[in-house]
Structure formats: structure tokens, C-alpha cells
């Protein structure tokens, strides 16, 4: 496009009285090449958004500066429409409340800042939505027939999309519909199941599309344009669909594993057998199928246990109050232990735990030690912890174990699995043995036709990985979207809540993929990954780097970009050496040229110039926080955003202290099994590349302390000031870069 620039700088917020405006304006008209620069005291209130419009209108304007507050602010306000590129200068947060107002060094800063600006505002194009040669799909695949599955389908065709169940058993209902009643608010007393309804209302629904008896053969593809094989009582059936609802349940954890009498008893059983034999009709003891009239309830039965269930299963306190219940109404006279840990019942809940104490149960804090039989009863031996002593209970009739929810993935329940093509240790069927930390799905229940593999990656509790802060829901694989048991553990009532979240959010992506929009976290980028294969040396890297499974690659190792699968990241663009991909919007060459837009003084001046390259998601949000709060830093450092810290690609660091920049510090989101990183891999792949760069460093007599990488987190805004602090120490300790005017 030709680009007619201006340039236009808000006065307010303490702007005016800290900086010469005028000064700034000629900066960016003699340096910076915009011939038009615009100064309103009150830039985003209505007269300042008319003076832009009206040059917009009157004048052609299509590149516009915006020199105000941070681009996290007032974006909606500054949205002048698809075809005009608004550039934002942060020269609120991080300069003017950042640092002493009217000083030489805070307005070369604000200087420095409009001139970046300028620059990457001339790199920048506007971006083409892509679009598929394939006509898109706005159908939701659901992967799962229980609770979680039937309430997305329900969901979605009430929200106007047509849903496709597919459900392994020969009838819907799942777990649930195996229960006698559950709890649900107002948690006061037992209610109906009502899946005999929700069932009746899937079947009924002229938009939803029910396969039972089915499973997904293969998913290739990606959102919008996703290939569905399935097969479906010896048929097989192809249904083409924009997004998937991944609701496949849990199972119970094996009891067997356990030391506590089970499957050597008769009468131990499981919570999840009591409650098929309570839905059969009445509770009694498999041994001889008297009545049920003592009956000891032992909680996290596995969970809470390292060498088991590490983690809780949420659902499990309740369960065994609901069943006590059973056998309270069964017979009145009944006697129920409960031996807990710790009673989990959040929120309403609390009002069943009230009710089941009124009623008589017993609850006793402990462990149990072993369980054993004497005389045809059972007895367990535990731990009291309030009173401080062994404890013996006797003559038990049943002794009900509360095991815990595994989602339907971890290897207990499937330990083989389809393995990509490269993987080692294939069989000869292709298959391969999984463990609980190997990042894959056990359970093949979507085929994904992915290099990286059929299935989801999973957090280390066999989950399906998730941002656990800002994007439940989310999985490593874009359109596809994990609900209920098979995410996280959870009572029936979350269950539904997590149905209609997980259904809404297929529904956005679709929507969005279909007008060539990234969907979370860089919602709304109409940009994507563009390749100049002239260039490829086939190295893998961006296949194999790419969190999201965005790019497979043919039998050459030439990448084949999945357009609609990539999240804008960028991690491609950085893991790049030939730097063959960019982005209309952001690319190597962007960024170097805005490392290249700024003077660095000289080494007599005694002024540093030390770069920020900060991920936009947690650590910019960090700084901005931090200009809020009026702390205040070094004048020397200059702040460049970029979309992840994985993006960054080495070139720039080569660029930085080839041009005498005397620091470079890499800020982002921290980094683990948590995947608390945005893009999951990104801050975790710079901090590895950051290794290999002090190396090379250390090779041409640069001290490698010159370039780190530092974890900040959105809420650490108070420790950016000590952050950036201890580094130009670091500086002043290594001494000026010898590089400076070269």
C-alpha cells in the first residue's frame, strides 16, 4: 500500500508537562521521515479521535502513530478499521510515569520510542486473511456421549451449529447415567440424575447428529476444515467440521493397586460399585447379600498419594456423603464412618456436609493402616489424628473405597498408543508404549493426523495441557478443546459448566477461523506465518518447535504449513536460522530495523543503551503495571514488545551488540510443568537458545553476562524496577560494549 504517515502525540496524563512536545514532534518529522505530527490534550476522548478522523477522511492518512498511553489500553478506541495501520508509542506508562518529568534523558527516551515506532510502522503491511481452498465447516465434532459430551452438543445446536456425538458405547449417558442420583444446587438434598432427559433431548434434536458404538478413526485437517473418519458398527462414515469437543470421562482408579483389602475381600469394594449397586436397587454385601448395615467410607483412596493419585479428585467427599445418604435411607439405623483426610466440599456444598453430620454419620480424621476380616465382618485399622492414636473399627458390612478420577487417557487405560512416524521404539504396528509423563494421550480417541503425534499432550497428571491461569479449555491443538472429567476432575455441576464453555469456545474458533482470525491468545490477528521455501535448507526446526502442531512437513522435511492451526506465536519465525518466515505484521527484519532506529551514545558519554526484548503477554503487561504505580528505572533501557520470547529470533541479538548496545535482556513468562508460558514452549525455547548464545559470545570476547533471560509473571510488577536495576549494574560492571562505532 503507499503509506501517507502521521503522527499524533497526546498531551494528557502528565505527557505535556514532562516532555517538549514540540521537541518530539521535530524528532519524528527530521529522523523519523513522517511529515505530519499532531498534538491533542485529550487524544482518545472524542475531539482527539475526530482530529484523526478527519485527517483519515480529508487528508488520506492510512499509517497512523499513536504517541500516547500503552497499546493495552484505548485499543478499541483506536480502531480505525481493517485497512489502516495504527502503530502504538507507549510513552505513558514506561516513559512519562516512569521517569523525572522535564530531564534530557526521559525525553531522548520518549525520542527513542516515537523513532522505533516510526520504523515499524514503515515495516509494516497490512495483513490478507487467509483463507482455505476448502469451504469451511462451521460443525462441532463432539468426542464423548456423557455428561460433558451430550451438554456441549446441546449447547452448540442451541447456539445455532450443527453438533456430531460420537460416542464409543452402544447408548448415550456415560458415567452418569450408571448413578442413582447426584447432588446439584442448592446441594441440599439428592435430585435425579437427569440424563434420561438430556439423552431424549439429544436424540430429538434435529441439529445434532448422534454416531454410538463409534470411534474416531482419523482427524486430519485443522479448524474450519478438519477431515472426520469414523467408524461406527462395522460402517464407516466421513464428516468434515470446523472445531472438536474432546469430552471422553474418566475412569476409576484400579483399587487393586491398592493395600486395602480389595480383591481379596468380597465386601471391599468401590465407590463406584456402590453406586451401580445402589442405582440396581439396594445396598448389600457381595459376600452373602445381607443388608448393608455398618459401612466404613475410606476418602482419597489413592489420590493425595504420590505413589498413586498425586492430586485430588475434587468430586470424591461428595460422593461418599451422597452414598451415606443411600444407606441412611435404606435403613435409618444404619451406621456410617467416613475416614478423611480433609472434607473438600467447596462452596454450597458445605451445606450436604452440614446435612450428612445432622444425620449421624461418623467422621473420623485419619488414614486407614490396613483393613482386615474377622468372624465374617470386616475391620480397618487407621490413624486418629485428632485424637492422637490407633483406632480399630469392627464388624463392617461393607467397606467402601474412594478411589479417584483418572481422565480417560492415562496409560492405565490404554498403554499403547499410535506413534508418529519418527518416534522410536515403534512396534511393528506402528503402535508404541506410553508413559504417564511421555506428553501424549494413551487413550487414541481423536487420531489426529499430526507430525507430532495422534493425540493431545498431556500435563504430568495425564490431563490435556492447558493454560491453568487464563485459557481453560485450551489445548496444544487449536480447535480442539477438552471438557469435563477428561480435563480436569470435577463434580456434575462443573461438568455442565465446563460443557458450555468448552462449546462456546469451539463455536469462536470457528467464527474466527472463518474470517481468517487467530484465536487465543492473539485474538483477532489476521495475520499468519508466510514461507519463502527458496530459502529452506529442510532443517525441521520450525516443525519441531511449533507448539501447536501448525506445521507438518513432507517426505523431504520441507514444512507444510496447517494455516488455520497456527496460534501468530511466531515461535517459527525465531527457531528459524535462514529467517524464511515472517509475518505482514511482524518479522525479523521489523525488529532489527527497530533495534537500528535509535542512537547509541558513545562510549565518553557514559550513557548505556541497554535493549528489552519483553513477551506482550506477561512481562509487558509487568512493565506497564509498574509505570502505573510510578515506579521508576534506568532511562537507558528501551522496551521492544514482542509476541513471545520463543519469537526472537538470534539474528537480533547479533544486530544489538554488533551496533554497540551494550545489553540485551530477554523478559518472559515463566516456564514448566504448569506451561504457565502462553504459547506453552516459548519462553523455555529462548532461555535454550540463550545457552548457545553465550557460548558465541564467550568466543568473540563479549561477556556473556551482556544477554539474559529473566522470568516475570503479570502480578511481579513491583520486582521490574530491581529486575532492570541489577542488570544495568551488570553493565556497568562489564564495562561499555567494545563494539560501540563500528
Known amino acids: 500500500m503507499d503509506k501517507k504517515t502521521a503522527l499524533y502525540i497526546c498531551t494528557g496524563c502528565g505527557i505535556g508537562d514532562a516532555l517538549d512536545i514540540d521537541k518530539l514532534a521535530e524528532t519524528a518529522s527530521d529522523e523519523g521521515g513522517i511529515p505530519e505530527c499532531k498534538n491533542h490534550s485529550f487524544l482518545c476522548g472524542r475531539e482527539g479521535i475526530d482530529l484523526i478522523k478527519q485527517d483519515i477522511e480529508g487528508e488520506g492518512v492510512n499509517t497512523i502513530l499513536i504517541a500516547a498511553c500503552s497499546l493495552?489500553?484505548?485499543?478499541?478506541?483506536?480502531?480505525?478499521?481493517?485497512?489502516?495501520?495504527?502503530?502504538r508509542i507507549n510513552i505513558r506508562e514506561q516513559v512519562v510515569w516512569s521517569q523525572p518529568p522535564g530531564e534530557e534523558d526521559t525525553q531522548m527516551l520518549a525520542e527513542d520510542y516515537v523513532l522505533m515506532g516510526a520504523s515499524k510502522a514503515n515495516d509494516t503491511e497490512l495483513p490478507e486473511p487467509f483463507k482455505a481452498e476448502e469451504e469451511y465447516s462451521k460443525d462441532v465434532l463432539v468426542v464423548g456421549g456423557g455428561l460433558a459430551g451430550l451438554t456441549a452438543a446441546l449447547e452448540t445446536a442451541k447456539a445455532g451449529y450443527q453438533a456430531i456425538v460420537v460416542e464409543k458405547e452402544a447408548e448415550l449417558g456415560g458415567w452418569l447415567s450408571k448413578n442413582r442420583q447426584r447432588i446439584t444446587a442448592p446441594y441440599k438434598e439428592l435430585a435425579d440424575t437427569g440424563m434420561e432427559e438430556l439423552v431424549s433431548a439429544v436424540q430429538d434434536n434435529p441439529k445434532i447428529k448422534v454416531y454410538t458404538g463409534a470411534s474416531v478413526d482419523k482427524i486430519s485437517g485443522g479448524p474450519g476444515i478438519y477431515a472426520v473418519d469414523i467408524k461406527a458398527n462395522g460402517d464407516s462414515a466421513g464428516e468434515r467440521v470446523g472445531a472438536v469437543v474432546q469430552a471422553t470421562g474418566w475412569t476409576p482408579y484400579d483399587a487393586g493397586k491398592l493395600d486395602l483389602g480389595y480383591g481379596t475381600y468380597p465386601d471391599v469394594i468401590t465407590n463406584v460399585e456402590m453406586e451401580q449397586m445402589a442405582k440396581a436397587g439396594k445396598?448389600?454385601?457381595?459376600?452373602?447379600?445381607?443388608?448393608?448395615?455398618?459401612?466404613?467410607?475410606?476418602?482419597?483412596?489413592g489420590s493425595r498419594d504420590p505413589e498413586h493419585l498425586s492430586y485430588c479428585s475434587s468430586v470424591c467427599c461428595l460422593v461418599s456423603l451422597k452414598q451415606a445418604t443411600y444407606v441412611k435411607e435404606q435403613n435409618p439405623e444404619a451406621v456410617?464412618?467416613?475416614?478423611?483426610?480433609?472434607?473438600?466440599?467447596?462452596?454450597?456444598?458445605?451445606?450436604?456436609?452440614?446435612?450428612?453430620?445432622?444425620?449421624?454419620?461418623?467422621?473420623?480424621?485419619?488414614?486407614?493402616?490396613?483393613?482386615?476380616?474377622?468372624?465374617?465382618?470386616?475391620?480397618?485399622?487407621?490413624?486418629?489424628?485428632?485424637?492422637?492414636?490407633?483406632?480399630?473399627?469392627?464388624?463392617?458390612?461393607?467397606?467402601?473405597?474412594?478411589?479417584?478420577?483418572?481422565?480417560?487417557?492415562?496409560?492405565?487405560?490404554?498403554?499403547?498408543?499410535?506413534?508418529?512416524?519418527?518416534?522410536?521404539?515403534?512396534?511393528?504396528?506402528?503402535?508404541?508404549?506410553?508413559?504417564?509423563d511421555s506428553g501424549f494421550f494413551a487413550n487414541s480417541a481423536l487420531n489426529l493426523e499430526y507430525r507430532q503425534g495422534p493425540e493431545l499432550p498431556t500435563l504430568k497428571y495425564g490431563f490435556p495441557d492447558s493454560h491453568y491461569i487464563c485459557f481453560p479449555y485450551e489445548t496444544r491443538r487449536t480447535g480442539v478443546y477438552a471438557a469435563g472429567c477428561v480435563r480436569r476432575s470435577m463434580e456434575s455441576a462443573r461438568v455442565v459448566d465446563d460443557a458450555c464453555g468448552a462449546a462456546m469456545k469451539a463455536i469462536q474458533c470457528i467464527e474466527a477461523t472463518s474470517v481468517g482470525m487467530a484465536v487465543h491468545p492473539r485474538a483477532g490477528d489476521m495475520s499468519y506465518p508466510e514461507f519463502n521455501m527458496q530459502r529452506c535448507t529442510q532443517c525441521k526446526r520450525c516443525t519441531e518447535e511449533c507448539p501447536f502442531g501448525a506445521?507438518?512437513?513432507?517426505?523431504?522435511?520441507?514444512?507444510?504449513?496447517?494455516?488455520?492451526?497456527?496460534?501468530?506465536?511466531?515461535?517459527?519465525m525465531g527457531s528459524c536460522p535462514e529467517r524464511i518466515i515472517s509475518f505482514k505484521n511482524y518479522s525479523v527484519k521489523m525488529i532489527g530495523n527497530m533495534l537500528k532506529a535509535f542512537s547509541v551514545p558513545e562510549e565518553d558519554e557514559e550513557k548505556p543503551r541497554v535493549v528489552?526484548?519483553?513477551?506482550?503477554?506477561?512481562?509487558?503487561p509487568a512493565v506497564d503495571m509498574a509505570g502505573i504505580k510510578r515506579y521508576q528505572w534506568s532511562p537507558y533501557v528501551r522496551f521492544i514488545p514482542v509476541r513471545c520470547l520463543g519469537s526472537i529470533n538470534l539474528v537480533w541479538v547479533a544486530d544489538a551488540l554488533a551496533r554497540g548496545i551494550d545489553g540485551l535482556l530477554l523478559m518472559g513468562c515463566r516456564h514448566g510443568d504448569d506451561y504457565q508460558c502462553h504459547f506453552m514452549k516459548g519462553s523455555e525455547l529462548a532461555n535454550t537458545r540463550l545457552s548457545k548464545v553465550s557460548e558465541t559470545l564467550d568466543r568473540l570476547a563479549l561477556e556473556s553476562d551482556r544477554v539474559q533471560f529473566v522470568e516475570v509473571g503479570i502480578t511481579d510488577y513491583d520486582k521490574v524496577p530491581k529486575i532492570i536495576g541489577d542488570f544495568m549494574e551488570k553493565i556497568e560492571e562489564v564495562g561499555p560494549n567494545p563494539y560501540k562505532g563500528w
Open 612 to 620: 528489552v526484548l519483553v513477551c506482550e503477554n506477561d512481562a509487558y
Open 551 to 572: 506445521i507438518n512437513e513432507d517426505k523431504d522435511a520441507n514444512p507444510l504449513p496447517n494455516t488455520t492451526r497456527c496460534r501468530r506465536c511466531s515461535i517459527c
Open 336 to 436: 456410617n464412618y467416613i475416614l478423611y483426610k480433609d472434607m473438600r466440599t467447596v462452596g454450597q456444598a458445605e451445606d450436604f456436609y452440614r446435612k450428612a453430620q445432622l444425620d449421624g454419620n461418623i467422621f473420623i480424621r485419619g488414614s486407614a493402616s490396613s483393613v482386615g476380616e474377622a468372624g465374617g465382618k470386616l475391620f480397618v485399622e487407621a490413624d486418629d489424628e485428632l485424637l492422637g492414636e490407633k483406632v480399630k473399627l469392627e464388624d463392617l458390612d461393607l467397606v467402601v473405597l474412594a478411589v479417584g478420577m483418572v481422565p480417560a487417557s492415562r496409560p492405565e487405560v490404554a498403554p499403547r498408543m499410535k506413534a508418529p512416524e519418527d518416534a522410536e521404539d515403534r512396534d511393528e504396528e506402528g503402535m508404541i508404549e506410553v508413559q504417564a
Open 283 to 301: 445396598i448389600t454385601r457381595p459376600s452373602d447379600g445381607s443388608e448393608a448395615k455398618n459401612v466404613l467410607f475410606i476418602q482419597c483412596a
Open 72 to 87: 493495552r489500553v484505548n485499543y478499541d478506541v483506536f480502531d480505525f478499521g481493517p485497512d489502516k495501520i495504527v502503530e
